[in-house]
């Protein structure tokens, strides 16, 4: 039995059954029939290709039975969760084999024992549910990650690291992350993993181990909803993950039935995996995953308010989003900076905005029908939310426990970057539900943060201010009274002056430690 399913191009993958070259021995009945060959496909590439010694094989092979378990197993978590486990390691902006095989520098660092065991286990078993890797039992297979982003799947691999694998065997494939609808992963996979397990089942309709496999492929297009939500909301590992969604959710409609858009995605097409979220998923993807009980009540309760504020005028956040277009070949922050610029550039603010090199955040809000309002949570890391749906008056609540709120020139960066937020960043069903800090998708918080800069600082009222400012001339106090100008924090002007190119990186950093020192200065009179 061999048959490729998917399109190469895209995703595909193939199993191909052969007799087991040690016949039976060491193995049991069920597992000697899965014996095997598996290839994949990634945007062309096959994942499986490896030398042998200096032979090249294109697929990889071993019995395939504990791997058809390991996905089955798997299933929800592979195509729901995206979040990251622990609160100690901020995972950057990378795939997750990257993250994954990043954590090894963690371990070295010298945190509480305790706290970095619970840290470890988090991670050991986050890596269990999407690294194939994990079920690989004495086989060799690519180190490839599974992991749900957002609206797509995010596919990550490289050279399997701190396995053993013999010197003799090793990948072709250079390592990369690539994001892919659902759809093109979910569908052949789940076609190619049930075809499988029908064969040996029906090879061997005996096995209690088939039978149990058989029966479980057959439940995951049955699987609820609510599952697949409570895996994207990832509100709690293990076992309490299903309850606290649960409980999440009997609030939310507790407080109001109308809400019940909040907890219900937008479209159920195939039970496989959830195309869109809903509100209280999005936004809880996002938090820390230790979130306490009094925060996701506070954060239920907002966003049931919110959802009470039906707008039926236009959507003007959501008609300057569609204006604007994303280069997704540069880099984060310019993405961020041309972005800022093309919103200037589109709208009417271009000429409210020329007269005064202070840029009036709140009014550009304001006049957007924006909501600003304010939570207190118990969570300071989170720094604001932004919130919209169709049919909804778009929010931006500050989070005034979050230190930066309480001057104005941490709350007008606030403000800018939420507003990034909604005209940016609206998943599947025109959605936004974000929590900014440390849990948000670290790629739309760097972009999030360039827009904000550029938006506050635009680049010919810099260039006016600047004057002919060269390279090494900026000193501190010009960085100061530039923050003051434009009512941004320091560190905000340093970084925007070297990226628009007033200051080298060696004059950053020096500039950076000046204001290190003088805040330390600051701090002790
Ligand atoms: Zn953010």
């Not at 061999?2 to 007799?19: L, V």
């Not at 902006?93 to 840290?119: F, K, T």
């Not at 995951?220 to 293990?238: E, F, K, Y």
């Not at 001339?473 to 002056?497: E, T, Y």
Request: aromatic share 10%.
């Amino acid at each position: 039995m061999s048959q490729e399913k998917g399109d190469p191009s895209t995703f595909a993958i193939e199993f191909s059954f052969q007799p087991d070259p040690d016949h039976g021995k060491g193995a049991t009945e069920e597992e000697s029939l899965s014996w095997g060959g598996m290839r994949i496909w990634v945007r062309g590439k096959n994942l499986c290709e490896h030398f042998e010694g200096s032979t090249v094989e294109d697929s990889v092979q071993w019995y395939l039975l504990s791997l058809m378990e390991w996905i089955v197993e798997n299933w929800n978590p592979l195509f729901h969760e995206g979040k990251y486990p622990g609160n100690l390691y901020e995972a950057k902006d990378e795939g997750a084999w990257h993250v994954c095989n990043g954590m090894i520098s963690l371990y070295a660092e010298s945190y509480n024992p305790r706290q970095l065991e619970r840290e470890e286990t988090a991670w050991y078993e986050w890596r269990q549910r999407h690294a194939l890797y994990s079920c690989r039992n004495g086989g060799l297979l690519p180190d490839l990650y599974i992991r749900r982003d957002r609206d797509q799947i995010e596919l990550s691999w490289g050279e399997p690291f701190g396995h053993s694998v013999p010197g003799l065997y090793r990948f072709r494939v250079a390592p990369a992350t690539i994001c892919l609808n659902p759809e093109h992963v979910a569908n052949p996979l789940y076609e190619a993993v049930s075809e499988a397990i029908q064969y040996l089942f029906s090879k061997c309709p005996d096995s209690e181990r088939l039978k149990t496999l058989h029966h479980d492929v057959q439940q995951i297009p049955l699987s609820s909803t609510d599952q697949q939500l409570a895996w994207m909301a990832g509100l709690q590992n293990g076992e309490l993950r299903q309850s606290q969604w649960q409980s999440c959710k009997a609030y939310i409609l507790s407080l109001s039935q109308k809400a019940r858009n909040l907890v219900t995605p937008e479209s159920h097409d195939t039970g496989l995996f959830l195309k869109g979220s809903c509100h209280a998923a999005l936004m809880f993807g996002t938090v820390s995953p230790t979130i306490t009980q009094e925060d996701v009540l506070l954060l239920s309760e907002k966003m049931v308010e919110f959802s009470q504020h039906f707008f039926d005028g236009e959507d003007l956040i959501e008609k300057r989003g569609h204006q604007l277009e994303i280069d997704p070949d540069v880099p984060l922050w310019i993405q961020g900076y041309e972005l800022a610029e093309q919103f200037f550039s589109y709208s009417d603010l271009r000429e409210a905005l020329s007269e005064s090199v202070y840029v009036d955040i709140e009014k550009i809000i304001k006049d957007l029908n924006i909501r600003i309002d304010t939570i207190r949570l118990s969570d300071d890391g989170i720094r604001a939310v932004a919130l919209a749906g169709k049919g909804m008056i778009s929010s931006i609540l500050l989070n005034l426990t979050n230190e930066s709120n309480n001057w104005n020139s941490g709350k007008r960066f606030t403000l800018a970057h939420e507003l990034s937020h909604l005209l940016i960043d609206r998943s599947y069903g025109q959605k936004v539900a974000i929590a900014s800090g440390p849990w948000a998708p670290h790629s739309i918080e760097k972009r999030a943060n360039a827009f904000a800069a550029m938006l506050l600082m635009p680049r010919e009222k810099l260039d006016k201010v600047m004057g002919d400012a060269l390279l090494s001339d900026v000193k501190l106090s010009d960085a100061r009274k530039i923050s003051g100008i434009f009512g941004v924090g320091i560190r905000s002007v340093i970084d925007h002056l070297h990226n628009c190119g007033y200051l080298d990186a060696y004059h950053r950093q020096r500039l950076h430690l000046a204001a290190d020192r003088q805040a330390e200065m600051d701090d002790s009179l």
